[in-house]
């Protein structure tokens, strides 16, 4: 399972490397629905900060609607700040006359959540970007590259697919629609595969690895289920193009959603010995316009796509 990844979020990315066009309606809808309240969409950072500086009239509607929603955020958070400060210093007082269990946890939570609040209000008026503004979980947003009528296009969706037609429960049912089995894409994903294909750009991925696992040793001599972050890195330093799949998702009352799963295979030698048992798939970027360009009648050139796919070596470490 592809746990995490650190993609380019910023669309001109796509532009450059492969003269795509970006839904300026989508990324739009999706900026304003989350400054009005109407969704609750996880944007990373960099996506934001790719309008930093807008240009046409559209990326100023963008602008605005990202400013709106910081704003929001941020009051909020100075709201939650004067709670736990309050909260901290009436610890305080209570502990010089008399030591108490109840003050001493009040005092390391209000402490806790200070220093929370005060880190997501440097990130949201932060300007130096960092490597982790542009990292994607599960029900995050990333730009995805798809073919619209002979076109690049680069669309705003969530990393995990809802598929047309199911229920909104199936996000909760299946939470690990983030990712496509490559065993399962006639299976659980036949109405994606062969007709809504995309591409994301990944510079790193993260896996959750058994620590039993990545050091060899039996589970017997750790804590039980205990696990690791593992960051995987293409020695070459490559982008990596991932294969995805997508859907379109609507219902009555409520707003669309673009979702989409990474593809995964089993994993190559070195991500196995590090105690992981599946990886995203990178294709080759001679295939990027017939990977997106199926047809449900050719899947066999689709599968012959995924098994030509490029070959790094990858190199991990602990992730930070």
């Known amino acids: 399972m592809c746990y995490s990844a650190q993609i380019q979020a910023d669309y001109r990315k796509f532009v450059r490397i492969f003269g795509a066009i970006m839904d300026i309606g989508e990324f739009s809808r999706l900026f304003f629905e989350r400054a009005e309240g109407v969704c609750k969409a996880k944007v990373p950072k960099a996506m934001e900060d790719a309008f930093a500086e807008p240009k046409a009239d559209a990326e100023h509607e963008i602008k605005a609607s990202i400013d709106q929603f910081k704003a929001a955020q941020s009051a909020k958070l100075e709201q939650d ?34 220093s929370w609040t005060l880190g997501k209000l440097d990130d949201i008026h932060r300007t130096t970007p960092k490597p982790r503004d542009s990292r994607i979980f599960p029900g995050h947003y990333a730009p995805v590259l798809v073919m619209e009528n002979g076109q690049l296009v680069v669309k ?9 037609g199911k229920p909104a429960s199936y996000d909760v049912k299946y939470p690990g629609t983030y990712n496509a089995r490559r065993d399962n894409l006639e ?30 040793t039996l589970s017997e001599t750790h804590e039980r289920a205990e696990n690791v972050v593992l960051e995987f890195r293409p020695s070459n330093g490559q982008l990596m193009l991932v294969a995805c799949l997508w859907s379109r998702w609507s219902a009555p009352g409520e707003p669309d959603l673009f979702s989409f799963a990474a593809i995964t295979d089993e994993p190559p030698p070195e991500i196995e010995a590090a105690g992981h048992d599946r990886c995203i798939i990178p294709i080759k970027p001679e295939n990027i316009e017939a990977w997106l360009n199926p047809t449900a009648s050719s899947l066999d050139a689709m599968y012959a796509i995924l098994d030509d796919k490029d070959r790094p070596y990858y190199e991990h470490q602990l992730a930070a």
Not at 87 to 103: F, G, H, N, P, V
Not at 158 to 164: G, K, L, P, S, V
Not at 190 to 208: A, Q, R, S
Request: glycine share 6%.
């Open 187 to 216: 299976g659980f994903w036949k109405p994606c595969f062969g007709y809504t294909h995309g591409v994301m750009l990944v510079d790193v991925f993260y896996e959750n690895v058994s620590k039993a696992k990545m050091e060899g």
């Open 81 to 114: 700040l004067f709670k736990q400060r309050k909260r901290l210093a009436d610890a305080e007082r209570t502990l010089q006359t008399k030591i108490t269990k109840s003050a001493t946890e009040s005092q390391r939570i209000a402490t806790d959540k200070i």
């Open 156 to 164: 705003p969706m969530r990393y995990q697919c809802r598929i047309a």
